[in-house]
């Protein structure tokens, strides 16, 4: 990945919030998740969002992603432009998910489980559900058309 020098500034930036609106939403099932910064803290388990965690390669790649699926349909620059900026909300969406899922798998299994089976994979999952997303936002403007490249 190419480095971008705004990055380590909006990642660290993310992190925080990220963690605070997680255990918001885990709080709200009934597990008790108390934050400080970045550590999300559960009765039997501590957890840190760190810089890797905080979303920034997914906003990246759903970013371009966007733009790339903006270029090829076939519509107004006003669509083109909603579907390119979806993809932050849905980036950050999609991360706050993933640590969400990764705290209730930590109540109900163990850190280990969650940190060591769910961690590796849930990303990829819950990124493609943000690249879903994406297609749903396009749909939104009606049907779908691809311009002619070639």
């Not at 970013?63 to 579907?83: C, P």
């Not at 850190?111 to 749903?136: K, M, Q």
């Amino acid at each position: 990945m190419v480095p971008i020098p705004i990055a380590p500034v909006i990642g660290a930036a993310l992190q925080a919030p990220s963690a605070g609106f997680a255990a918001s939403l885990v709080s709200m099932l009934g597990i008790g998740a108390t934050v400080t910064g970045a550590e999300i803290c559960l009765a039997e388990s501590a957890f840190e969002v760190g810089a890797p965690c905080s979303g920034m390669k997914s906003i990246i790649g759903l970013l371009t992603l966007a733009a790339l699926y903006a270029y090829l349909l076939d519509g107004s620059m006003y669509m083109k432009v909603t579907i390119f900026l979806s993809a932050l909300p849905l980036a950050i969406m999609a991360n706050v998910l993933r640590i969400v899922a990764i705290l209730l798998i930590a109540n109900a299994y163990g850190s280990e489980v969650a940190i060591n089976f769910f961690h590796d994979f849930s990303s990829l999952l819950l990124f493609s559900i943000a690249a879903f997303g994406l297609l749903i936002v396009g749909r939104c403007f009606g049907s779908l058309r691809f311009k002619r490249i070639f």
